[in-house]
């Protein structure tokens, strides 16, 4: 043995027979601010913020919905409509291709999760974008689900939550994706007009200020 190799530690030998065991895949996450390795389980149980700088991790949009919702009486809106090349559009990849490749990655059909349920036993739906699938670009399968989440909404009048994370139009659908800034814009509008009782005793409330006679809560119709 050289003198080198007495001065070096030993190296480390593996045992005949024994196995390495592998770390699952996923079990631990960098925090993306301050790079402290975290459980993955400790995270989700914060709520995806870090609890050394509190930075606030990504959150794909089911994880999102199951944060805000109660875990009884959800119901998936528009989860049967699912997105179809008619405009047989291709860039460097086929639009069926980045559709796919997007579902692998996300597990998700499309850019948007409508989800009806509850918070605190207080009904209400809630729209979430997904980021990762496309950008969270807005298709014809985006603005169909949005739509019909607000028409539930004003049906059983409850209030629609929107959580934004989107990139815009999606250019494979040319268009088609344009048509749904002027479907989600009209379907807001009539939500907009049907005011909820809330909002009608909020306001009933706020000029009953000056004149306590004027202004009495008047029966929905």
Request: one cysteine or more; aromatic letters at 8%; proline letters at 7%.
């Amino acid at each position: 043995m050289s003198w080198l190799q007495k001065l070096l530690p030993p190296r480390i030998k593996s045992t005949p027979g024994v196995k390495k065991t592998a770390v699952p895949e996923g079990l631990w996450i960098k925090c993306p601010s301050c790079e402290t390795v975290l459980y993955r389980t400790d995270l989700e149980k914060n709520l995806y913020v870090c609890p050394k700088c509190n930075f606030h991790v990504r959150v794909h949009a089911r994880e999102r919905v199951e944060q805000l919702l109660d875990p009884e009486g959800r119901f998936e809106i528009g989860s049967e409509v699912v997105p179809v090349d008619s405009l047989k559009f291709k860039d460097q990849k086929k639009y069926p291709e980045r559709l796919a490749a997007a579902l692998e990655e996300t597990g998700e059909t499309d850019a948007l999760v409508v989800m009806q349920g509850s918070v605190k036993s207080v009904p209400l739906v809630v729209a979430c974008f997904e980021f990762d699938f496309m950008g969270g670009s807005m298709g014809s399968v985006v603005g169909e689900r949005f739509v019909r989440g607000v028409r539930v909404a004003y049906e059983n009048r409850v209030p629609f939550v929107c959580i934004s994370a989107s990139g815009g139009a999606r250019m494979q659908e040319g268009v088609l994706s344009l048509f749904q800034m002027a479907k989600t814009t009209a379907v807001l509008q009539e939500l907009s007009s049907r005011s909820s009782p809330t909002r009608r005793w909020a306001a009933c409330r706020h000029r009953s200020r000056s004149s306590p006679t004027s202004c009495s809560p008047s029966p929905v119709r």
